[in-house]
């Protein structure tokens, strides 16, 4: 026989069960089923709803996690993480004030759980009756009207590294940590020079965080210094912040081991559960996405920014609506990610992992509210966003994707976001980026024999030509050293390789040769600020010297052929000719003398003459090479970088 079921609608209220009557004394006392118990009169029915109430309550209540508090101890650090609404304006459906709802729980629309929770705990679960909504939002805390309950102060939270661990590493190792990773910042002036240096330079690109919320005083101890600690990270890639980058009142680091000391505090900080406000978890892990130095074959900035898009989506920053998301500091933080993404895809060879059509803001009108720098760099990186659909893997058919729409030019992107008076700074960091895009939207079948005559072809030799121009004027104080700086030279770097080696003309070899060297000397400058720099400088160079090689013995070869076959019409001359006047034969003697042929040309890589092209225009100097130089390996890295579709990492 089927079992029937029955749905109680939860909009009223149910009937109720009906409780036992209770045993007379005699029955109990014989152990025997009463029959005498039904005048007894049972509890009132107010009582035994209550009752049944109170346990559902505490049986939900014991199935999620409990709040932890800790009490002031290192840096005076304060557990209770602040809501949302007080960092970014009252919103319905994210974080409150409420230690209670500290951590809530989201529970999707395709889990039935989330169905059953909004009916029968609507206290303790928001965001069902907006519009469009997917999910709801469950408290950590369910209904517990006794207060938040305190713990043990041994306790960490679930997203700590050290949740239920021993009590010996809870007393003495994480106070030690604490302590380390709130103390690893530069002292008050050095921290007031650099965080001036970040809203000078790094802000008005990259808006991540702003002054006034650096400066709120909402913020929990650990959190303002984790941002204080990402403002200093951001601001020493600049060398004017080199006689800044001091820790607790030491001489000044380097740019690479300051930055591995700040990073390494902040990633512990987060790691160790210290910071609870989601807020600032997608500020600092931005922060560290951008500039967070990886070493060679590391993938460290790929991983925060996967964990900055986990947060925003936690939060569902990407789900509200334009008329509910009034706050412009969120939508300013949402801009930021979505940028960052698009960028480590083409940085890192990564998925794109925010999708416009998950997306219910309308992000041309999310970036028509940005200031004009940061504007700009939203729509340059638009079109970023564009051009990886050139380098997304094939479909079956095989056909590759060509650029269906025209490539505009900067200076109409400028005059479109009212940016004619952005500082020449900014203005040029970000040219660097659309010229690296430009390089980028020309994706040829054959690397080594691409389509002259096209235009994406022509476009990129042009971006080229003028990231060549840039980069020979002292990058390091004309632009803001982000991590698409570096991004871009190697780009650059990639087509003067091509077209230095594979070129038929030699004028254009010559020309690529200058800006290959241009290029490699640029790079060496950010040796101590970036890997990538310091990895492609090295190769660069040694390419360089293996040209240089080759050119000396072959030049010195054709010398000695000249040599010979002047010699021997010399003497051809001298045995027709009995008596040769002296004049002709000084004129002789000094054509000799002029001539050295056991002197090879000197061709340092500072001292480069484009006019050595133009004796060998017939010899490959790259077939030429030295058997023991990986040639063809320095041919896949340098075409490597000109694809986005796969991982990067020079190893």
Known sequence: MAAVFKFVNSDQPGSKRLQTSRACESCRRRKKRCIHGENVPSPPATFVQDDTASAGRQRIAESQPSVLERPEGVGAMDRQATSEATHHGHHEGVETNSPAARNPRFIGD??????????????????????????????????????????????????????????????VLVPMLEQECLSTIPPPDGLEALARIYFDKVYPIFPVVSESTLQGAHLSTPARILLQQGVCLAASKNHVARQHLSISDTIPLSCRVFGEKVSGAMRMTIEMGLVTDKIVLIQALALLSQFTDDPPGEDL????????????????????????????????????????????????????????????????LCFQQQD??????????????????????LS?????????????????????????????????SIEVLYHAIAILSCRTKSWVDPEHSSTAF???????SILSSTFGRAPQDQLVLFPFIPYAMSLSMSIAYREMRHSKLPIHRARSRSQFQTICDALSGL?????????????????????????????????????????????????????????????????????????PPDLSIQDFDPSIFDSITDIDLFGMFDPAFDLDGFDACLEGNLNPGFPSGLQ
């Not at 939060?315 to 993404?341: R, S, V």
């Not at 004009?372 to 893997?393: G, W």
Request: hydrophobic share 35%; net charge neutral; aromatic share 6%.
């Open 372 to 393: 004009p720098p940061f504007r700009l760099f939203l729509e340059v990186t638009a079109l970023l966003d564009k051009i990886i659909e050139l380098y997304r893997p």
């Open 458 to 464: 022509l476009r990129q030799s042009l971006s080229t």
């Open 301 to 364: 900035s790929s991983q925060f920014c996967m964990r900055a898009v986990h947060q925003v989506q936690s939060l569902g920053l990407h789900i509200k609506g334009q008329e509910e998301h009034a706050d412009a500091a969120n939508t300013t933080l949402l801009c930021c990610i979505w940028a960052m993404d698009r960028m480590n895809a083409a940085f890192n060879g990564r998925p794109v992992s925010m999708h416009e059509r998950d997306l219910r803001k309308d992000l041309d």
């Open 527 to 599: 040796q101590g600020i970036f890997w990538s720099a310091s990895t492609t400088a090295e190769m660069g160079k040694k390419l360089l010297k293996e040209m240089d090689r080759v050119f000396s013995t072959v030049s010195t070869s054709e010398n000695m052929r000249l040599h010979q076959h002047t010699s021997s019409n010399t003497n051809n001359a001298v045995a027709g000719i009995r008596h040769p006047t002296p004049r002709i034969a000084s004129q002789n003697g000094a054509a000799l003398t002029n001539s050295d042929i056991h002197q």
């Open 396 to 428: 079956l058919s095989g056909d590759a994707p060509v650029l269906g729409w025209e490539f505009p030019a900067f200076e109409d992107i400028v005059l479109r976001c009212g940016g004619s008076h952005i500082g020449i700074t900014a203005l040029a």
């Open 110 to 171: 395709l889990n039935p759980e989330g169905i059953f929770l909004a009916a029968t705990s609507p206290d303790a679960t928001r965001g069902a009756s907006l519009d469009d909504s997917i999910g709801v939002w469950l408290n950590s805390s369910l209904n517990s009207h006794g207060g938040p309950q305190k713990t043990s102060h041994l306790s960490q939270p679930p997203s700590s590294l050290f949740y239920r661990s021993g009590s010996l590493i809870q007393k």
